[in-house]
């Protein structure tokens, strides 16, 4: 199956900071998201994208399927953006989501 | 409405126990999803229900029991679970399998 690998794994910015969190998977995808967990482990939908590039606010995410990597970039990051980002592509194959391995991501005030 | 609920937020259960876990969606969704995620880890795909059929199962054990009575409301009937299976169980909807995917707050089962 489909293998994903994010990095980097742990991320400490200070606030107001802007940063790229990336996504490699190893095969032909369908689909991809992007999350965002929250402490209190609420998975929220950031992203839908499959191929292309899609903003809302300060986020914005660029998914290259015919190279397997998609990237999430944070501008002007704040408190709340703190938690674990996980991309998870579909596999082709088996039509299933595949979560990656996930970034932790804190934002220092 | 964009909400999946799901209910217990949190439950404690013995290991002879029976219990059961429910999701409920409004959005006209129709594939519901269970995960189970343990602490530090990614979400892990365990059943995928579309148009009310079972349609994949992880090989998970058979402790673990899904259903899906209708269209908005999917369970997890739970029985002689283990400690090893204390964990976050979420629950996801999407308007088909493979569309994005709505997730629901989750349920915190620890088992003793």
């Known amino acids: 199956g489909i293998q994903v690998e994010q990095s980097p794994p742990d991320l400490i910015l200070q606030e107001g900071a802007n940063s790229t969190l990336r996504c490699n998977f190893s095969?032909?995808?369908?689909?991809l998201q992007w999350f965002h967990q929250n402490p209190w482990g609420q998975l929220i939908n950031l992203f839908y994208i499959p191929s292309g590039t899609k903003q809302n606010g300060r986020l914005s995410a660029t998914t290259v399927a015919t190279e397997r990597y998609s990237l999430l970039y944070i501008s002007s990051s704040q408190t709340t953006d703190s938690g674990v980002y996980f991309c998870a592509p579909t596999d082709s194959g088996t039509y299933k989501y595949i979560f990656g391995t996930g970034t932790r991501l804190k934002v220092l005030a | 409405d964009t909400e999946v609920t799901q209910t217990p937020k949190h439950l404690v259960m013995g290991m002879t126990n029976k219990k059961s876990l429910k999701c409920e969606q409004h959005m006209g969704h129709r594939a519901m999803y269970w995960y189970k995620q343990k602490a530090k880890k990614p979400p892990e795909l365990m059943f995928v229900y579309s148009y009310e059929k079972l349609s994949i199962n992880e090989s998970v054990p058979s402790r673990f029991s899904p259903e899906c009575p209708n269209s908005s409301l999917l369970n997890l009937h739970l029985h002689a679970l283990q400690p090893e299976d204390s964990a976050l169980y979420l629950c996801a909807s999407s308007q088909e399998i493979t569309r994005q995917q709505y997730f629901g707050p989750g349920t915190r089962l620890t088992v003793t």
């Open positions: 095969d032909s995808v369908n689909n």
